[in-house]
């Protein structure tokens, strides 16, 4: 069981295909089972079972288990894994692909590319299809149980992408804890990179609960808090502008703000303005469209 929010494994254990590239340690398996699963009750659901790790956790655990994958026919994007599995988990675990930094249909399994293989997108249509195979999953978790998605990052021609904290941003459930797996025997520890470089070494497993609400009600909070956070970096902006003076009219903010709308592509972006000065906690009026910071 997890006993810290930081956790390692030197030794892989006894579970799963060492030779399936991008199996993870079963011991980690083991004890996000062992936390959030009930004293076992219910079933252990991995869609994405690669090399049968969770499989074989589930076996020595005495565990309930369904266990598919897209080697095997089933599609996260076009099936619905509660459907298949015949009934809602108590405990979902996922173990994506981390974008294309393993490349799975046409390499470890099967003769080509497989359209839906997380593996062999384009990262535009990776985040689509992550996201709608999270909702899948968290439909397929039964209310007021958990789901596990363990993510790395990684880095392309100098830039990082953070894709644990996407999981975290478009997962529909609550997140109720964050552990931190270190990394060994990864193939880029051999590797010699010029420059001053801050090598990946940790996952993340980022664990939801379940509520009664489906990923489609999400959607719509989602949303809401997607127009919120425009409305916060407007106010940040407009703020930031208000910062560079004593007072401004609203001329000489339309001005200083014009450069941020056009990236924004908001025809109204004046009415925006106008809008967020209304906030008298942030802003104060001095004279007839005239505005300075409050105090």
């Known amino acids: 069981m997890f006993n810290q929010s930081v956790v390692s494994y030197p030794d892989r254990g006894p579970y799963g295909k060492s030779s399936y590239r991008g199996n993870c340690s079963g011991r980690i398996v083991r004890d996000f089972v062992q936390t959030f699963m009930s004293n076992g ?15 074989d956790v589930a076996q020595d655990l005495g565990v ?72 899948n999953i968290h439909d397929a978790t039964r209310p007021g149980g958990t789901y596990g998605i363990l993510m790395g990052n990684l880095r392309r021609q100098g830039r990082y992408y953070n894709l644990s904290s996407l999981v975290e941003r478009v997962a529909p459930g609550a997140l109720v804890d964050e552990i931190i797996k270190v990394q060994h025997n990864c193939r880029s520890d051999s590797r010699q990179y010029q420059g001053r470089l801050v090598r990946i070494a940790h996952e993340k497993l980022l664990v939801f609960r379940r509520d009664k609400a489906t990923s489609l009600m999400f959607i719509e909070t989602a949303a809401v808090r997607a127009d919120n956070m425009v409305m916060t970096t407007w106010r940040c902006a407009v703020r930031r502008v208000l910062q560079c ?36 906690d942030h802003f104060e009026r ?7 910071l409050a105090s």
């Open 41 to 55: 009750d219910g079933l252990l659901i991995d869609p994405s079972e690669g090399g049968g790790t969770t499989r």
């Open 64 to 135: 309930r288990y369904f266990g598919t994958d897209l080697s095997q026919g089933f599609n996260l994007l076009t099936d619905d894994l509660a459907e298949a599995a015949g009934e809602q988990a108590s405990a979902v675990w996922w173990h994506p692909p981390y974008w294309d930094m393993i490349a799975y249909s046409g390499k470890q399994w099967g003769n080509r590319a497989h359209p839906h293989d997380l593996s062999q997108m384009s990262l535009p249509d990776f985040v689509e299809a992550l996201e709608l195979a999270i909702m």
């Open 245 to 280: 003076g004593t007072t401004f009219d609203l001329q000489a903010i339309y001005v200083r703000i014009e450069p941020y709308a056009k990236q924004r592509a908001n025809r109204n972006w004046k009415a925006k303005v106008r809008q967020v000065l209304q906030n008298v």
């Open 286 to 292: 001095v004279d007839t469209g005239v505005y300075r």
